[in-house]
C-alpha cells in the first residue's frame, strides 16, 4: 500500500508541500513547515531503546527509532486504538531501503484498508508518524518523510605503526581538513605490515602485522583517535594484510602471508570485536589494498600471489562476503595503499611493480568497479598507507624509499596532488583508518 502512486494532488500550506498518493499517504514533503509539523508531533511522544529485532510491537504514544542493519523488522500496532493515538517510527541507521519495515496494523484499517494490505517503507532516511482517526479510516501517517542528505560528519584519521628500520607503534593523527599531526607515543606492540579500517560509523581498529615473528593482536582507536592497548590475536596471525570498512559499521581484514599466503579473512563487528577466520575466497596474496565504496561495500585489490604482481580485485558485499577474482585493471602491483573519496567511491595508488615504485592511480566506481591507470602525481613509493578524511576526502602518506614522511590529498572527486612536507617519523609498511 504505501508504494503505490496514483494521481497526486499538492498541498500548501504554513511552508509545507507534499505529494499524495490516491490513498492519502504523503509521498514526498518539503519546506520549513515539514520539520516544524514533525517536531509538534513528537512533542508528545516518549521516546524508545532502538529497536534491533526482526518483530517488535508498538505502543500508542511511543517513538521507535528502528535499526535494520541487518534484517527487516515487522512491526504489530496496539488491537485497539482510540481517537488522536500516535506513534512515530524512524530510520535509525538510514538502511530502510535495504531491510524494510513492514506494519502489520493488528485488525485495525491503515489510511481506509482493511489489515489485509501490505504496508512497507523502504525509503533510506525515513521517518513516519501515524495518528488513528476512526473505524473508517484507522491509521493514518500524517508525515512520511525521508532526509534527503544524510547529515556531512567531517572524519579525522589515523596512521600508526610502520618501519622505520627498525619496527614502530607511532601514531599521527590527520585532521578533518587533511593536516598530518606530529608523532604521539606508541600504544601496543610496535610492529609492521598491519592492516586497519574503520568499525562502529566512528571508531577504528588495528590488527594483525610482524614484531619478530607474525601477529594477530589489534589495536581499538576511539571516536577520538586515542589507541588502546593489546586485544589478544583472534585469527590466523599474519602480516602483509588490508582491511576496509563494510555495511556502513563493520570491517574486514583480510588476506596476508602466515609464512604461506592466504586469504582468510575476519570480519570485524560494530563493537569491534574481530572472529575467526573464514575460509579463503580468491587469489591468496598479499601486499594487497582495500578500499569501501558505495558507501557500504568493499573492494579488495592488486598485491603479490608468491610469484607474481598481480591487479585482481574481490568485492565485499554489504554483509561481509567476498566474491570471487574479478580480472584485474591497472598496473600489476603491491605495497600500495587504498581509500574511500567522494562519499561513495574509492581509490588505489602508488605501489611497487616489476620495473619499480610508481605512483599511478585507480578509480573505483560507486558500483565497486576499477579504472584504468591515471597517471602518477607526487613521488613513486612502495609501503605506503591511505585513508579517508573529512567528508569525502583522502590521503595517501609515508613510504618508501628511504622512509619518506610526505603526504598527497586526494580531493573529493579522486585527484591527487603534489607532495605535502611529511610531519612525523618517516617509515614504510605502515596503515591508516578514519574515525570520529
Not at 494532488?9 to 515539514?34: F, P, Y
Request: proline letters at 1%.
Amino acid at each position: 500500500m504505501s508504494g503505490i502512486i496514483g494521481s497526486k494532488l499538492n498541498i500548501r500550506g504554513s511552508g509545507l508541500v507534499a505529494k499524495l498518493g490516491t490513498d492519502g499517504q504523503i509521498l514526498t514533503s518539503s519546506g520549513a513547515g515539514t520539520q516544524a509539523a514533525f517536531e509538534d508531533a513528537a512533542a508528545g511522544i516518549s521516546w524508545q531503546a532502538i529497536e534491533t529485532g526482526s518483530t517488535m510491537t508498538a505502543v500508542a504514544g511511543e517513538g521507535y527509532p528502528i535499526n535494520t542493519t541487518s534484517n527487516t523488522c515487522t512491526i504489530t500496532l496496539p488491537a485497539s486504538a482510540s481517537n488522536g493515538d500516535q506513534i512515530i517510527f524512524t530510520d535509525y541507521a538510514r538502511t530502510w531501503g535495504t531491510y524494510k519495515i513492514i506494519i502489520d496494523s493488528n485488525g485495525l484499517n491503515y489510511q481506509g484498508d482493511a489489515d489485509t494490505s501490505v504496508v512497507e517503507y523502504t525509503t533510506d532516511g525515513q521517518s513516519v508518524h501515524i495518528v488513528y482517526s476512526d473505524a473508517t479510516q484507522g491509521w493514518i501517517p500524517t508525515i512520511d518523510e525521508a532526509v534527503t542528505d544524510a547529515p556531512v560528519v567531517l572524519k579525522e584519521g589515523i596512521f600508526g605503526f610502520g618501519t622505520t628500520g627498525s619496527v614502530t607503534g607511532v601514531t599521527n593523527l590527520i585532521s578533518n581538513a587533511g593536516v598530518v599531526a606530529t608523532d604521539t607515543a606508541a600504544v601496543g606492540t610496535a610492529r609492521k605490515s598491519p592492516g586497519s579500517c574503520e568499525y562502529g560509523g566512528d571508531k577504528g581498529i588495528f590488527g594483525f602485522g610482524y614484531t619478530d615473528a607474525n601477529v594477530g593482536m589489534t589495536n581499538l582507536v576511539s571516536n577520538a583517535g586515542v589507541v588502546a592497548t593489546d586485544v589478544s590475536a583472534v585469527g590466523t596471525a599474519r602480516r602483509q594484510i588490508s582491511a576496509c570498512s563494510y555495511g556502513e559499521d563493520k570491517g574486514i581484514f583480510g588476506f596476508g602471508t602466515a609464512g604461506s599466503l592466504t586469504g582468510v579473512t575476519n570480519l570485524v563487528s560494530n563493537a569491534g570485536v574481530v572472529a575467526t577466520d573464514v575460509s579463503a575466497v580468491g587469489t591468496a596474496r598479499a601486499n594487497l589494498a582495500a578500499t569501501e565504496y558505495g558507501e557500504d561495500k568493499g573492494i579488495f585489490a592488486y598485491g603479490h600471489n608468491g610469484s607474481a604482481y598481480v591487479d585482481e580485485s574481490n568485492l565485499v558485499s554489504n554483509v561481509g562476503v567476498v566474491a570471487t577474482d574479478v580480472t584485474g585493471v591497472g598496473t600489476d602491483r603491491g605495497y600500495l595503499g587504498g581509500c574511500s573519496y567522494g562519499t561513495d567511491k574509492g581509490i588505489f595508488g602508488y605501489g611497487n611493480t616489476a620495473g619499480g615504485d610508481t605512483a599511478v592511480t585507480n578509480l573505483v566506481t560507486n558500483v565497486g568497479v576499477v579504472g584504468t591507470d591515471v597517471s602518477g602525481v607526487g613521488t613513486a613509493r612502495q609501503g605506503l598507507a591511505a585513508t579517508q578524511y573529512g567528508a569525502d576526502k583522502g590521503i595517501f602518506g609515508y613510504g618508501n624509499p628511504s622512509y619518506k614522511s610526505m603526504t598527497n590529498l586526494i580531493s573529493n572527486t579522486g585527484v591527487a596532488s603534489t607532495d605535502v612536507t611529511g610531519v612525523g617519523t618517516g617509515r614504510s609498511e605502515l596503515s591508516a583508518c578514519s574515525f570520529g
